[in-house]
């Protein structure tokens, strides 16, 4: 169960990640 939560975590972290540099992407 901790694995999998810290797959989860690692998934929403490089969500996160992927939306910012898409937004800075499209606001330059």
Do not use: C, H, P, Y
């Not at 989860?8 to 499209?26: C, F, K, P, Q, Y």
């Amino acid at each position: 169960l901790q694995s999998l939560m810290a797959d989860a975590m690692d998934t929403l972290e490089g969500r996160r990640n992927s939306n910012e540099r898409v937004w800075n992407t499209i606001q330059k």
